[in-house]
Nanobody, 121 residues
């Protein structure tokens, strides 16, 4: 199973970007999905997460600016980022909790390779 993210890039402050992350391979189901970000010298931090049923959780720094959503049929999670700020500049990683079979014991966490988001002032 692989996660492939896309949608990063360079944008001016106040602009928008939409990240996508699709899971492919042997998948029975995907539970929680989320986006994290990391800057040099800092720990990776949660940006937003969403359960299979659609419940969401956001970091305080992105509330009211970012929206996470998912398409369960496509095993894909999205992050709509509006009103971007220079401090949002980071490498963004998607994460998925994948279940390979119907057995709970087959569940594991998977990280995508990361996509760079740069917001210029």
């Amino acid at each position: 199973v692989q996660l492939q993210a896309s949608g990063g890039g360079l944008v001016q402050a106040g602009g928008s970007l939409r990240l996508s992350c699709a899971a492919t391979g042997r998948i029975f189901s995907i539970n929680d999905m989320g986006w994290y970000r990391q800057t040099p010298g800092k720990q990776r931090e949660l940006v937003a997460e969403i359960t299979r049923g659609g419940m969401t959780n956001y970091a305080d720094s992105v509330k009211d600016r970012f929206v996470i959503s998912r398409d369960n049929a496509k095993n894909t999670v999205y992050l709509q980022m509006d009103s971007l700020k220079p401090e949002d500049t980071a490498v963004y990683y998607c994460k998925a909790v994948v279940r390979a079979t119907a057995l709970r014991s087959s569940e594991y966490g998977l990280w995508g390779p990361g996509t760079q988001v740069t917001v210029s002032s």
